[in-house]
């Protein structure tokens, strides 16, 4: 029987299930979120969790014992002062594992293992999608000066125009230089 036994195994050794269990919470921290198998992933919310909870902690021993599993000085600083803070008002429940259906290969159930805290690249979007429509406005309200009849552009055809007497300077020059030849 099995009676009191909580560790899944995963099919691999101690040492192989702490050290990948540790390397997927380092990514998960430092990416927010991983793609991988279903028992993985609800292996690795349980060690994200209470890594989380040390942090919120915030003291010497706690920073030792996130040391102890994720090994890395700067992902340890930044689940200290940049993750745990965001989850100070959070009594647990600081992930989310999404099932995702089953891998074509061999069958295996996969999920998504996600830190519930906003992504910093979405607030960058947005600003880029303001810029946009800022240089949208003012384009507009060019059209409307000029009554939509389209501006030349200058530098465009000088650049066009240069080129052609480029051109046509080579072909006169090559005309001189088959000339001489003769």
Sequence with gaps: MRHGKKVKKLGRTKSHRKAMLANMAASLFEYHII????????????????????????????????YDVIRDRKLVKKIFDEIAPKFKERVGGYTRVLKLGVRRGDGAALAVVELLIEKPAKEEKKGKKEKETKKGKAEKEETKKTKGKPEAKPEKSKKKEEIIEDQEEETEAGDETEEKET
């Design 35 to 66: 793609k991988t198998t279903e028992p993985k992933a609800k292996e690795v919310r349980k060690l994200a969790e209470k890594l989380i909870t040390l942090a919120k902690i915030g003291d010497l021993h706690a920073h030792r014992m996130v």
